[in-house]
């Protein structure tokens, strides 16, 4: 928790837009009980949104997915923005994606729609406040868990996100450079960790898995995210249950793999080629229905190794 | 092929195979690893997820090495008893968990179907369900939502062809070899055949779930008065399962 108790600073939800949910690293220790993990589905952008408060690991930000947004500032603070451009405005001014801007009383933020990528992170100092529910703020609407209202709820008209006037000494991190933004335009190359029934899958399945483009299908949402493409043939067609990881990519009888994302279930019983790294599911989560996505196979110890850098930046103190 | 097995389930997590087949003696095995796990990797331990036949085990990766989370998992299992593990913790209780259900149509529409295709009668069907303990092999699907089994033959009913789209909370059903009850208000595609007063899930209680893996359940038949005295919602189901179209299978 942050140091001093300063005023709090309330943001009023004028238009909800179609999905803007709090999201905290996500909620862990109970997925035994069924509970789903839920965290934000672009930790990447997540944790870059927080990074630039300074904020701590885990901070609760906003996730918007689409756009369609618009907040009342009712006090002054410095906010940040990272991941896809959703065209937002600060009063009639756009605000640059991965920046930070200060907003003043009665000025309007304003997210519009996705001109590339489609979900940003607003973060604000030390992170909006909400009841932990479960241990974590993370806003899991199937379940009604967490949230800015403890219910799982999506933003509604009128609702306000409230969050402390920072008092942060120091000097603030840098943006990201170019290098460190991912172009959401550009076919998305997802890193995955070979696993699970691999082996059941024909040869020319697998080939076709890694060498052969895959489409995002509109059936894509905070669970999982289902992909169009060469039908993979498994030998096993359905199994007893077991626990299924982050980016799991679980093939049903169909053959279309599904990317399982935050909010999946807990266990599953389709079989499965592997999982997708952390990192690429938060690159997933950024395209758009019919965006090109290309699997590709990364050995274990590399893929975590790219992820422990990931995470050492962030997640240091 | 050689028991148990660990398997890549992602860049920081393994999930460890004991068991190829689902068995009411799989659970006390299953449940003794994930003591141990919660034991022996502390803080490096992110969550854990039992199930039938495995044990999901996610790590911190800035903490273990997939390598190293290997090796201290093969070292658990290396000597695992669940006689000598001692009694305390998760899944060790042999106490039965009952929960009362009122078993009537108006609340549980498939129990007629299930009357049907058994050739029992209503009381032998009610007898059957409440008769035995059952096993929970995993909660999921739902917060809560216990996968109970194993049902006896005759109670074994595919699921709806068309999950209904609201079941109300509380209700019991029952599909394949398996039964359930419903923790709060969800879509749904398993047979309704009674409702519970239990609170099934409870943010506010101490462990959240009134069900825990490897517990053991019995139902317990009450009456309409009984289940209204003990807060149950007698509220009827209205939306209709599609059972007319539903395949033998």
Known sequence: ?317 | MQLPRLEVAGIDAWLVRLFDDIDDANMPWIMALLRRCEESLGEALIDLVPSYTTLLVHYDPLQLTPGEARSRLAMLLADLDPEKDGDQGEGTSDNVKELQVWYDDSVGPELSLLQERSGLSREAVIEAHSGQEYRIFALGFAPGFAFMGSLPEQLVLPRLDTPRKRVPAGSVAVANRQTSAYPRISPGGWNLIGRTSAHLFDRKRDGFSLLRVGDRVRFVAVDRKEFEEAGGDTTPVEERGASASRKNS
Not at chain 1, 44 to 67: K, R, S, V, Y
Not at chain 1, 217 to 240: F, H, N, Q, W, Y
Not at chain 1, 246 to 269: C, K, M, S
């Open chain 1, 1 to 317: 928790m942050s140091a001093a108790a300063g005023n709090n600073v309330q943001l009023r939800v004028e238009r909800a837009g179609p999905l803007a949910l709090l999201q905290d690293a996500g909620r862990f220790g109970v997925r035994r009980l069924g509970v789903t993990q839920g965290g934000p589905v672009d930790i990447h952008a997540w944790a870059w949104a927080n990074h630039l408060l300074n904020n701590q690991w885990g901070a609760a930000a906003l996730e918007i997915t689409f756009g369609g947004l618009s907040l009342i500032a009712e006090g002054d603070a410095q906010l940040a923005l990272a991941g896809a451009n959703l065209e937002v405005t600060l009063d009639d001014d756009p605000i640059e994606p991965w920046s930070r801007f200060g907003i003043q009383a009665g000025q309007r933020l304003r997210f519009g729609s996705p001109k590339d990528g489609l979900r940003a992170y607003l973060a604000a100092p030390g992170g909006f406040l909400a009841e932990p529910v479960l241990g974590s703020v993370a806003g899991v609407a199937r379940e009604g868990l967490g949230g800015h209202d403890g219910q799982g709820g999506k933003l509604q008209k009128d609702d306000t996100l409230i969050f402390q006037q920072g008092h942060e000494e120091g000097e603030l991190p840098q943006a990201p450079s170019a290098d460190e933004r991912p172009d959401y335009s550009q076919p998305a190359r997802l890193a995955l960790v070979i696993g699970a029934q691999s082996a059941e899958f024909d040869g020319a399945s697998l080939f076709a898995a890694f060498n052969r483009s895959w489409q995002v299908d509109d059936r894509a949402d905070r669970m999982g995210v289902r992909l169009t493409g060469p039908e993979l043939k498994c030998s096993v067609s359905s199994m007893i249950s077991e626990g299924i990881g982050l980016g799991a990519v679980q093939v049903p009888p169909d053959g279309q793999p599904i990317i399982l994302l935050n909010d999946r279930q807990t266990i599953g019983g389709y079989p499965r080629l592997g999982a997708l790294t952390p990192l690429a599911c938060a690159r997933l989560a950024q395209c758009l229905p019919g965006h090109e996505v290309w699997l590709q196979a990364q050995a274990l110890s590399a893929a975590q190794g790219d992820y422990r850098r990931f995470l050492r930046m962030f997640r240091s103190g």
